[in-house]
């Protein structure tokens, strides 16, 4: 599945090498007119796109009503909770909480994808307040196909290492091979540490997984992992050191440049390799992977069986025009790794 993207996109060679392409469409930092024509009460301010499909392969919408006391986050008509939808609705209700907001869950009527939603443990962070009439019952779930809701930044804690270790025992558990969850665990370690280093999130870091047997998410069987943040994002990050980096999709270009760093949140440092090492996992040790890495308006997508990765603009096909950086502000970076099982 493919996120939505701009027609006209930067491509990098998966080695890693610099592309000459360049984006050609409208700068992502907006301009007030642009920002004002989203901002109007009960339109659009941001969406999800998870799939090929908003709504319906997963996706959610959250907008500001009339009162801007308000978030709403619309899932009524998604048609698949996945980890992503999960972690993303969780961020956007902690961080409007955090500000003083009310998040209104508007949840789906069908009985399954309630179930999904509890099943991966959206309900467990949220107030009862937040979504309406009563939440549903917690689902039983089987720890060999499904890892819940997960904060993994409390200090002193080993959250983040557990979460690592039970993703990659549960790959091996489906698989019987330690040589696939080896990269995988590589990957998720770097992601979940530029998390934990660089966001700043002020309502934490959240991950959550599960395995699937069917084709619903992916292509046969395979395994599905969300990390996101709700924290400063990479452009900030970046332009920080960087003072040529002005959006975000050259943000998500550098950060996989091997010369490049953010500046660490005080207190933490990066142990490890970097997204370079991320880059070389997927393309050369993870068959059929693919990793979608989302932060501000852009997005970046790294797939095993693709010879170039791919840098663009997320696009609301909603509102019917390109999404400014104005109007991601403080969600952070959210990242999806799908590695199907299939063959």
């Known amino acids: 599945m493919k996120p939505y993207v701009q027609a006209r996109q930067l491509e990098r060679p998966a080695t890693g090498s610099c592309a000459t392409e360049t984006i050609e469409g409208p700068s992502d930092r907006g301009s007030p007119n642009g920002a004002l024509r989203f901002r109007q009460p009960g339109q ?9 499909e908003p709504f319906v392969t997963g996706g959610l919408t959250f907008v500001e009503a009339e009162d801007t006391s308000q978030v709403r986050i619309d899932l009524s008509r998604m048609r698949l909770a996945d980890p992503l939808t999960v972690v993303g609705s969780a ?56 890892l819940r809701l997960w904060r993994l930044d409390f200090r002193g804690s080993r959250r983040a290492e557990d979460f690592v270790r039970r993703c990659t025992e549960l790959l091996e558990g489906q698989t019987g ?28 870091i ?32 970046l332009r920080a050191r960087y003072r040529r980096i002005t959006r975000s999709v050259d943000a998500l270009w550098e950060a996989f440049n091997p010369r490049v760093g953010g500046t660490p949140t005080a207190g933490r440092s990066h142990r ?19 990793l979608v890495i989302l932060s501000g308006n852009a997005f970046a997508r790294l797939r095993a069986d693709e010879p170039k990765d791919v840098y663009g603009l997320r696009a609301s096909h909603c509102s019917g025009g390109d999404l400014t950086e104005s109007h991601f502000e403080g969600w952070g970076t959210w990242a999806r790794l799908r590695i199907p099982l299939g063959g």
């Open 44 to 52: 659009l301010v941001g969406i999800e796109l998870a799939g090929t």
């Open 91 to 146: 961020l956007v209700a902690l961080r409007a909480a955090k500000e003083g907001r009310t998040p209104r869950l508007i949840l789906p009527q069908d009985d399954t994808e309630l179930e999904n939603l509890s099943l991966l443990g959206l309900f467990d962070c949220l107030e009862p307040a937040w979504c309406p009439g009563s939440p549903p019952a917690r689902a039983a779930f089987s720890t060999e196909t499904c």
């Open 177 to 204: 091979s330690p040589k696939l969850p080896r990269p995988v665990g590589q990957v998720l370690v770097e992601v979940i540490e530029n998390a934990l280093v660089h966001s700043r999130s002020p309502v934490g």
């Open 206 to 237: 959240y991950a959550a997984a599960r395995f699937y047997r069917s084709g619903k998410v992916i292509e046969g069987p395979g395994l599905e992992v969300a990390v996101g943040d709700a924290g400063v994002g990479m452009l900030s990050t």
């Open 272 to 290: 490890g390799a970097g997204l370079p090492l991320v880059q070389d996992r997927i393309h050369g040790r993870i068959p059929h992977g693919e």
